[in-house]
């Protein structure tokens, strides 16, 4: 056996070696999410035979409790014990439960009221793979209301189910996108560079921002039109969309001329790069500030390739998502009654 081939032989017997440790490990976290739901059914059925219910169901979880963490730890406290009941209740069917997630990733879950949202997270983390700490961040971050802002819920959930694959660049790109990530400090004002610079130092999490179908290209990609020079800041491919997305980052507020070098950055790429098979490139101005009804009237009112985004260094709060949420409805509410006068 040549020393190469000896090499390929030992390197397929590590992975056959650790795809099984992988697997073992996904089976145990497995067992412990049956194990909790399993718990949760005891718990929830013996409360049905408590003649008085209200009080019986703390009784039982604290003298369970009481039973259980001496001999087997934390892990069965009043208040895991009392997560496991609402576990069984949220999921009662034990063959709906998806193996991929493990018991911490269920957790954070259950703290999501709403059902849509709930499920909506659930797919997701299963589709990209995300670990218990990339799903958090994304809860935390407000993933789901920001998609909404620029999409009706049934495309959202539609899209996460495989219903669908996305046809529109806003059925996967955020506004605004939350950049809390970078770890920059609070500042009046930044230069595009500083925030370039702290990109690429995030790349693999800033990939995670950007959403499904993601690969990075190109930072500074130089394009020469006769005797000038442009640089574009990044250059991405999304597999979802077929196409290049370009990215040019401003730390102020946006200005029409920003769209205009935008614009002619998507046209270079459509005539020069884009295969024939490919979809039309997309352009995304990630941008402090903007304005909405200026950047309408600056571009073409069939529009689908340039976007511009609101970035934020800072996560926002779930109150403050749902309030622009409602806004961004009643916009378009207003536009509608507005649109059906003037056809009147």
Same mark, same amino acid.
């Given at each position: 056996?040549?020393?190469?081939?000896?090499?390929?032989?030992?390197?397929?017997?590590?992975?056959?070696?650790?795809?099984?440790?992988?697997?073992?490990?996904?089976?145990?976290?497995?067992?412990?999410?049956?194990?909790?739901?399993?718990?949760?059914?005891?718990?929830?059925?013996?409360?049905?035979?408590?003649?008085?219910?209200?009080?019986?169901?703390?009784?039982?979880?604290?003298?369970?409790?009481?039973?259980?963490?001496?001999?087997?730890?934390?892990?069965?406290?009043?208040?895991?014990?009392?997560?496991?009941?609402?576990?069984?209740?949220?999921?009662?069917?034990?063959?709906?439960?998806?193996?991929?997630?493990?018991?911490?990733?269920?957790?954070?879950?259950?703290?999501?009221?709403?059902?849509?949202?709930?499920?909506?997270?659930?797919?997701?983390?299963?589709?990209?793979?995300?670990?218990?700490?990339?799903?958090?961040?994304?809860?935390?971050?407000?993933?789901?209301?920001?998609?909404? %802002?620029?999409?009706?819920?049934?495309?959202?959930?539609?899209?996460?189910?495989?219903?669908?694959?996305?046809?529109?660049?806003?059925?996967?790109?955020?506004?605004?996108?939350?950049?809390?990530? #970078?770890?920059?400090?609070?500042?009046?004002?930044?230069?595009?560079?500083?925030?370039?610079?702290?990109?690429?130092?995030?790349?693999?999490?800033?990939? #995670?921002?950007?959403?499904?179908?993601?690969?990075?290209?190109?930072?500074?990609?130089?394009?020469?039109?006769?005797?000038?020079?442009?640089?574009?800041?990044?250059?991405?491919?999304?597999?979802?969309?077929?196409?290049?997305?370009?990215?040019?980052?401003?730390?102020?507020?946006?200005?029409?001329?920003?769209?205009?070098? #935008?614009?002619?950055?998507?046209?270079?790429?459509?005539?020069?790069?884009? %295969?024939?098979?490919?979809?039309?490139?997309?352009?995304?101005?990630?941008?402090?500030?903007?304005?909405?009804?200026?950047?309408?009237?600056?571009?073409?009112?069939?529009?689908?390739?340039?976007?511009?985004?609101?970035?934020?260094?800072?996560?926002?709060?779930?109150?403050?998502?749902?309030?622009?949420?409602?806004?961004?409805?009643?916009?378009?509410?207003?536009?509608?009654?507005?649109?059906?006068?003037?056809?009147?």
């Amino acid at each position: 056996m040549s020393k190469t081939m000896r090499k390929t032989f030992i390197s397929e017997i590590k992975e056959i070696i650790n795809q099984s440790r992988r697997a073992a490990i996904r089976n145990v976290d497995f067992q412990r999410v049956l194990m909790y739901w399993h718990i949760g059914k005891g718990i929830f059925e013996e409360e049905q035979h408590g003649k008085e219910r209200a009080y019986y169901g703390d009784y039982l979880i604290k003298n369970l409790a009481k039973e259980l963490e001496p001999e087997y730890g934390s892990g069965f406290s009043v208040r895991i014990l009392e997560i496991s009941r609402q576990f069984y209740r949220t999921y009662p069917i034990a063959n709906a439960l998806r193996s991929q997630l493990n018991w911490s990733q269920y957790r954070l879950l259950l703290r999501i009221g709403n059902q849509d949202k709930r499920e909506y997270y659930l797919l997701e983390a299963i589709n990209n793979s995300w670990t218990g700490r990339e799903l958090e961040r994304q809860i935390n971050s407000g993933l789901y209301e920001r998609l909404l %802002l620029s999409n009706n819920k049934e495309a959202v959930l539609s899209v996460a189910r495989k219903e669908k694959m996305p046809e529109e660049p806003q059925e996967i790109i955020k506004d605004p996108m939350v950049l809390e990530f #970078l770890g920059l400090e609070r500042k009046a004002k930044y230069y595009e560079r500083d925030l370039e610079t702290a990109i690429i130092n995030h790349l693999q999490i800033f990939l #995670l921002e950007l959403g499904n179908g993601f690969s990075f290209v190109a930072r500074q990609k130089r394009i020469l039109l006769e005797d000038d020079e442009f640089f574009v800041d990044l250059v991405f491919y999304n597999r979802l969309l077929r196409c290049f997305v370009i990215i040019e980052i401003k730390a102020q507020k946006l200005t029409h001329q920003d769209l205009g070098q #935008l614009q002619m950055y998507v046209n270079y790429y459509d005539r020069t790069e884009k %295969l024939p098979k490919e979809n039309p490139t997309i352009g995304i101005l990630l941008c402090a500030d903007k304005n909405n009804t200026a950047v309408k009237f600056a571009l073409p009112e069939d529009n689908k390739t340039i976007l511009t985004s609101q970035y934020q260094l800072y996560l926002p709060t779930e109150k403050q998502l749902i309030s622009e949420v409602k806004k961004d409805l009643e916009r378009y509410r207003m536009g509608s009654q507005q649109d059906n006068g003037d056809e009147k």
